[in-house]
Nanobody, 124 residues
Framework: QVQLVESGGGLVQPGGSLRLSCAASGRTASTYAMAWFRQVPGKEREFVGA????????VYADSVKGRFTISRDNAKNRMYLQMNGLKSGDTAIYYCAADSTTTQLRVGVSVAYWGQGTQVTVSS
């Protein structure tokens, strides 16, 4: 079992930056690929990006490529999402997820583990 807890959400002005963190617990947490998704109420959950278990591979949705960066620190069992150049369209609840591969996460079906989410609001 892997437990995921997100933090770092909040209110930020357009053009600003925010860093989200996902703390993972469980004996095998560092062996999983991890990802960020986001969801606006009334819409489907959207893939943001993913990182392989050793950090060697990252993939991003086109909508965030060049603005968002995913990293992880397995010694601390944490994953991060650095968000720069934020837009109002980035407003959503951001979820951390874990599964066997980045491919599995990108598909987003039957993902093994989810966090509870953290709200990000981009507004002036």
């Amino acid at each position: 079992q892997v437990q995921l807890v997100e933090s770092g959400g909040g209110l930020v002005q357009p053009g600003g930056s925010l860093r989200l963190s996902c703390a993972a617990s469980g004996r095998t947490a560092s062996t999983y690929a991890m990802a960020w998704f986001r969801q606006v109420p009334g819409k489907e959950r959207e893939f943001v990006g993913a990182i392989s278990w050793n950090g060697g591979t990252t993939v991003y949705a086109d909508s965030v490529k060049g603005r968002f960066t995913i990293s992880r620190d397995n010694a601390k069992n944490r994953m991060y999402l650095q968000m720069n150049g934020l837009k109002s369209g980035d407003t959503a609840i951001y979820y951390c997820a874990a599964d066997s591969t980045t491919t599995q996460l990108r598909v987003g079906v039957s993902v093994a583990y989810w966090g509870q989410g953290t709200q990000v609001t981009v507004s002036s």
